[in-house]
Structures are given as structure tokens and as C-alpha cells.
């Protein structure tokens, strides 16, 4: 990777980090709760939740990402813990709108509460929704989760068409000898819907403790799988910086694979992640960020805070998931990154604070 000089243009400045990654997407972590307690996720029943004076009011997430657009950010996507555990997210969605440089706001939900909240949620202007669902079967589902939320989950889904959206996705992490069966299945259920499937190869990522390299379902057995059912899968060509490669079925369908653990995306990662208390990671598996709720609470004034987060991501070199898939092949990589005690001690090293 080079290192390019740093351009102006008429959406403002664009920022460029020490290989010369653009910064443009930022994650917005609306709150760490969850109702849900999913195995590779948040795998304790109890956790130490962010402080709530801590928490970010809507007008200071807005402001910051205020400080992100003017660097070169132009999508935003709302995630958590569970975005939709935060009261009136439309309010939100409107206030970030009224920023000029935002093109896209996503959310990524788990859908237990979204057929409550779709309806506004559109009128307020949410350019895509992504659901996550790992498995079709009800007590999987429960498995995986500790919750017994399947059938809400469905309602979510099929609230979105109905509410307006189109182009749904849904997010599945997939995981060998769990629901690695569940493949077609889960194709064929997200066309009835509209919805592109996008499967997730399981990451080693914060409390994620549960992880192990054999129950990583990888990209290439993935595709073997659905070869076998669908016949020839051809690879659709590639958009940008995004991470899923996208695959088209001889029928027409297609769906997408996140081989972000066999073959990480980090050469082309223009990703922030800022956590709902306001500390800024500049990658998922970054085990040290920048608090940027203090100096914003603090008053400092808005060239300094850009300047704040131009040098940030000047300076940054990360290349977290690149580095986690070195240390496997020199044989060094077991179990999850973080242990438990150290996640104790700083809540924003887990998944769940800081958004997937
Ligand atoms: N609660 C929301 C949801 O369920 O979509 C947003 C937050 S959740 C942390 C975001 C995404 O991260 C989900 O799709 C989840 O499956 C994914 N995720 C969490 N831990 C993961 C892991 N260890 N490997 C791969 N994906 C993971």
C-alpha cells in the first residue's frame, strides 16, 4: 500500500491513513445493550454496560459525525448492541439527514423490534436495513441466542417491504457444525422476501471467546456447498471497498460471502467505528482508540475536533484482521483475541460496544 496526498473536494477535505485509505464509513454505535445474548457475541450473561451519562445524546452524535463528513465520510451506519433498544432512532436518522455530505444511512438490527419501528424508521428517511438471522429453526435460534425471539424476528423482516424498503440484506454469521446446513435455506427464505443473503465467516473478534479456527465455515466451503445444490455460482464483479463478494446462481439469484477471517479486507478498509460513549476505533480488532466525547463535551471548537480526527486517521496503520490471520498460520492464533478479564476491565474492547 502507498502513502497519497490528502485532496480537497467540493464535499470537502478527504483524508487519506498511512497507506492511503480514504476514510468514508463510519459505524455509529447507538447504544452496547442487547436483547439478545448470541454465543459468538456476547457470550456471558452479564456484562458492564457503558456508563449512561456517558452515552451520547443524539445532537453530540450528530455533531460528530459532523467532524467525519467534513473528512470525507458520506455513509453512516447505525449498529450497537441493538440500535433499536435506543428510544426514538428516527429522531436521530433525521437530525444526521440534515447533514448535506451523508449520501446512506443503514442499520444493522437483529429485527426483534424493528415491525414496531419500521414504519418511522422509513419516514424518517433510513436508506437500507440489514437483519441478522443465523438460522430458519426456532430452537437454534434460541440456542444461539439464550432468547426464545424467532417469530419477532420474522415479523421484523417482513415489516421492512411492507414499510418501503427495498434491497434488504440479511446477515448470516455462518459456523461449521452449527448452521452450516442451513445455507439454501437461508437463500431461498431471503428471496421470498427480496432480500440478499450475505454470509459472515465466523471472526475472532472481542468476547467472541468461543471462538476456534475448525469452526470457521469458510468462503471456499461455502461455495462448495451451494455448488453442489445450484450448479456453476459465477463471482459478480467487485464495488468499491465493500467487503461482501457478491455471487450470482445460474437461476439469477445471488447472494453474498464476508470472508473477512480467510481473507481479510483491511487493503481496502475505510472504516471508523465510534462506540455510543464517543470512543473512536479505526479498526474492529484495534484494542486501543480515541475518546473523542471529552474533548467534544469539553468545548473544544470544531477545527480542533476535525483536526482531532484528521490526524487520527492520518496516522492510522491498522490492519487488524490481516495481522489475526498472520498469527494463525505461524500457529499462534487460539481461542478469542481478548480475555475475559481484560474485557471486564474496558467494555469498549467487546463486539457489542462497538458495533459490528
Ligand atoms: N444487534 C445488531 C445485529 O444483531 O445486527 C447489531 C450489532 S451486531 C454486533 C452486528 C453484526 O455483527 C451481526 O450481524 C452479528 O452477527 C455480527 N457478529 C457479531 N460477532 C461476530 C463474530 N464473532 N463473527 C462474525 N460476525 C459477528
Redesign the pocket.
Known amino acids: 500500500m502507498t502513502n497519497t496526498a490528502d485532496t480537497h473536494s467540493a464535499a470537502g477535505e478527504s483524508v487519506v491513513d498511512a497507506f492511503g485509505r480514504p476514510l468514508r464509513s463510519l459505524r455509529l454505535?447507538v447504544t452496547d445493550r442487547?436483547?439478545?445474548r448470541?454465543a459468538?457475541?456476547?457470550p456471558e450473561e452479564e456484562y458492564v454496560w457503558l456508563p449512561r451519562e456517558d452515552v451520547l445524546t443524539f445532537e453530540e452524535m450528530a455533531e460528530l459525525s459532523g467532524y467525519f463528513t467534513e473528512l470525507g465520510v458520506d455513509k453512516v451506519r447505525l449498529?450497537?448492541?441493538?440500535?433499536?433498544l435506543r428510544r426514538d432512532l428516527p429522531r436521530l436518522i433525521r437530525l444526521l439527514l440534515q447533514n448535506r455530505h451523508i449520501k446512506e444511512i443503514a442499520l444493522?438490527?437483529?429485527?426483534i423490534l424493528l415491525a414496531d419501528n419500521a414504519e418511522a424508521l422509513y419516514q424518517a428517511g433510513l436508506n437500507r436495513v440489514?437483519?441478522?438471522l443465523?438460522t430458519l429453526r426456532p430452537e437454534r435460534f434460541r440456542q444461539l441466542t439464550r432468547r426464545d425471539e424467532f417469530a419477532r424476528v420474522l415479523e421484523g423482516i417482513e415489516s421492512a417491504g411492507r414499510a418501503g424498503f427495498t434491497g434488504l440484506k440479511l446477515?448470516?454469521?455462518a459456523i461449521r457444525g452449527f448452521n452450516d446446513d442451513e445455507l439454501v435455506g437461508l437463500i431461498e427464505f431471503g428471496r421470498h422476501f427480496q432480500a440478499e443473503v450475505r454470509f459472515?465467516?465466523?471472526?475472532?473478534?472481542?468476547g467472541?471467546n468461543k471462538?476456534a479456527p475448525e469452526k470457521v465455515f469458510s468462503r471456499e466451503m461455502m461455495l462448495a456447498v451451494l455448488g453442489k445444490y445450484y450448479g456453476k455460482i459465477e463471482p459478480l464483479p467487485e464495488r468499491g471497498s465493500a467487503p461482501a463478494q457478491r455471487f450470482l446462481l445460474p437461476d439469477g439469484g445471488t447472494f453474498g460471502i464476508?470472508p473477512?477471517?480467510t481473507t481479510p479486507f483491511c487493503s481496502t478498509c475505510d472504516r471508523s467505528r465510534v462506540t455510543a460513549d464517543g470512543m473512536w476505533y479505526r479498526c474492529l480488532y484495534a484494542t486501543t482508540g480515541t475518546d473523542l466525547r471529552k474533548p467534544l463535551r469539553e468545548g473544544l471548537s470544531s477545527h480542533d475536533m476535525r483536526a482531532l480526527i484528521r490526524a487520527g486517521w492520518q496516522s492510522r496503520r491498522d490492519r487488524g484482521a490481516e495481522e489475526r490471520k498472520a498469527l494463525e498460520h505461524a500457529g499462534l492464533r487460539e481461542g478469542g483475541l481478548i480475555g475475559i478479564d481484560r474485557l471486564r476491565e474496558d467494555p469498549h474492547l467487546e463486539?457489542?460496544a462497538r458495533?459490528?
Open positions: 454505535s442487547c436483547n439478545l448470541c459468538y457475541c456476547m449498529t450497537g448492541g441493538e440500535p433499536l444493522t438490527t437483529n429485527g440489514t437483519v441478522s443465523d446477515d448470516t454469521v459472515i465467516e465466523y471472526m475472532d473478534v472481542g467472541a471462538w464476508i473477512s477471517t463486539m457489542h458495533g459490528g
